[in-house]
């Protein structure tokens, strides 16, 4: 592999161009909407499929992701706000946040719904859509999502960890220039989601609930998840942990399109 005075990178071998996803220029665009400068790139046609990535991730976590689906979906891949390169902001963190910037976006582009696919803060997001604007959703993904930040929901030495990133940041914060940030991303994980799994009775949208077998949200807290959505599927990847995107992803990508496939199936008949 190869890479250019631009950052691009090549296939050297072969001559071959991989996309630049995250950072590709003909793809990339701003739109202010919620009060935030919110960057999405956009590949395909076909229905929309709003892509939304994890905790201080962007658009290129997808990257195995976004070919396969853009050929068969308009694929828009978003970097959330304070990620990527979307617009840095103040004050407080949250899924439904995210939900409402999520929103205000489809507005902007004048796209009624869209299906979503999120991936762990992502898959949170998606949550928070189904429940704050139904009709907007057309179907859901949900990979390694959690209802709560406890130990009943995520592994505790991950909980542990983010806690010591956190009170590191705390210390640090005077000298480090990305302190705020990485500060409030923490907070977010560890303060949120706050969802009662009774609320995800209202969802009315088909959902999918991935998660890895070895996932670092534990297996009872997915299943909990599914069970209570009433139109939901269950998949758990097998031997897969909560990077089964990148860990797998053409088992990922099969997975998401039979699932969406099926949807679009039931909606014709």
């Not at 995800?200 to 996932?215: C, F, Q, S, Y």
């Not at 807290?221 to 009433?230: D, K, Y």
Request: glycine fraction near 8%; avoid cysteine; proline fraction near 4%.
């Amino acid at each position: 592999m190869a890479t250019d005075s631009s950052g691009n990178h090549y296939l050297a071998t072969a001559g071959q161009h991989i996309v630049p996803y995250g950072r590709n220029k003909a793809a990339g665009h701003y739109a202010v909407v919620n009060g935030v400068k919110l960057y999405y790139e956009t590949y395909g046609q076909g229905e929309p499929l709003l892509l939304l990535h994890g905790n201080g991730e962007s658009i290129s976590s997808f990257r195995q992701q976004i070919g396969a689906l853009a050929q068969e979906y308009q694929v828009i891949a978003v970097d959330t706000r304070d990620q990527g390169k979307s617009a840095a902001t103040k004050g407080r963190l949250s899924y439904d946040l995210f939900a409402d910037d999520m929103h205000a976006l489809l507005e902007h582009l004048q796209m009624p719904a869209a299906h979503i696919v999120g991936w762990s803060d992502g898959g949170n997001t998606g949550l928070s859509m189904a429940l704050r604007y139904p009709t907007q959703v057309k179907s859901l993904v949900t990979m390694g999502a959690n209802l709560y930040a406890d130990t009943t929901a995520v592994d505790a030495k991950l909980l542990k960890q983010v806690r010591q990133t956190k009170r590191i940041l705390t210390v640090l914060g005077p000298f480090k220039k990305q302190w705020h940030k990485g500060y409030r991303l923490s907070t977010l994980l560890l303060n949120y989601p706050n969802m009662k799994p009774a609320e995800l009775h209202a969802i009315t949208a088909p959902v999918l609930v991935l998660a890895g077998e070895k996932d670092v949200i534990k297996d009872a807290h997915t299943r909990l998840i599914a069970e209570n959505i009433p139109h939901s599927q269950l998949v758990i990847l097998p031997a897969l942990s909560h990077y089964a995107p990148q860990e797998n992803g053409p088992l990922f990508n099969q997975t998401v399109l039979g699932f969406l496939k099926g949807v679009e199936a039931r909606n014709v008949h």
